[in-house]
């Protein structure tokens, strides 16, 4: 209910309960709170599912507990028991023999840019194609006019995640001497995963 205005819901639920339930009180009392305000749109019993209950009424759990000192089993500061301790190891233990995920494969675009139009651009892709690493493969490559008769080496490359970083390649390998001679820079166009 909301503000004393029946919800679709509360009507579902009245309609599925066929008579007012005693044993729990809270329902009861909504029962009987949906029953008054029902009774003149809804003459007679609602007919539908009975609910029955499993459980011993709310009194009757209360009289049951026992009166003893409940906070032996309270843990407030988490605290493992050796029990626990057990399970943690085996479930390391599970996890250990999992197989090794292997490492990813990406496959990098890279803009390669000259210093001027008269450098010698099959010198520049040879200069490139030269830097060898674990788990760098070169792909195929085109020449991209910029302006001014300046071109531009497009060129693909697949890698190891593990083993090659990209940034490391374009700063350490492919701007320092002797390919600097012929790459002013280098661009990562694009980059996706494997």
Same mark, same amino acid.
């Given at each position: 209910?909301?503000?004393? &205005?029946?919800? !679709?819901?509360?009507?579902?639920?009245?309609?599925?309960?066929?008579?007012?339930?005693?044993?729990?009180?809270?329902?009861? !009392?909504?029962?009987?709170?949906?029953?008054?305000?029902?009774?003149?749109?809804?003459?007679?019993?609602?007919?539908?599912?009975?609910?029955?209950?499993?459980?011993?009424?709310?009194?009757?759990?209360?009289?049951?507990?026992?009166?003893?000192?409940?906070?032996?089993?309270?843990?407030?500061?988490?605290?493992?028991?050796?029990?626990?301790?057990?399970?943690?190891?085996?479930?390391?233990?599970?996890?250990?023999?999992?197989?090794?995920?292997?490492?990813? &494969?990406?496959?990098?675009?890279?803009? +390669? &840019?000259?210093?001027?139009?008269?450098?010698?651009?099959?010198?520049?892709?040879?200069?490139?194609?030269? +830097?060898?690493?674990?788990?760098?493969?070169?792909?195929?490559?085109?020449?991209?006019?910029?302006?001014?008769?300046? !071109?531009?080496?497009?060129?693909?490359?697949?890698?190891?995640?593990?083993?090659?970083?990209?940034?490391?390649?374009?700063?350490?390998?492919?701007?320092?001497?002797?390919?600097?001679?012929?790459?002013?820079?280098?661009?990562?166009?694009?980059?996706?995963?494997?």
């Amino acid at each position: 209910m909301s503000r004393d &205005k029946l919800t !679709k819901d509360d009507i579902k639920v009245y309609a599925a309960v066929s008579h007012k339930v005693d044993a729990f009180p809270n329902v009861s !009392k909504w029962y009987h709170c949906i029953s008054s305000q029902l009774a003149a749109s809804f003459p007679g019993k609602a007919v539908g599912v009975k609910i029955a209950s499993q459980g011993a009424p709310a009194e009757e759990v209360k009289k049951e507990a026992p009166a003893g000192d409940d906070e032996d089993d309270l843990d407030l500061f988490g605290d493992e028991t050796e029990e626990e301790k057990k399970a943690a190891e085996e479930r390391e233990v599970s996890k250990a023999p999992a197989k090794k995920k292997e490492s990813g &494969k990406s496959s990098v675009l890279l803009d +390669v &840019k000259p210093w001027d139009d008269e450098t010698d651009m099959k010198k520049l892709e040879e200069a490139v194609r030269s +830097v060898e690493l674990p788990g760098l493969f070169w792909g195929a490559s085109k020449l991209v006019p910029v302006g001014y008769g300046i !071109k531009k080496l497009t060129i693909m490359m697949t890698i190891v995640d593990d083993l090659v970083s990209v940034d490391t390649l374009i700063e350490e390998r492919l701007t320092v001497e002797p390919i600097n001679e012929y790459v002013q820079s280098c661009d990562i166009v694009a980059f996706n995963k494997i």
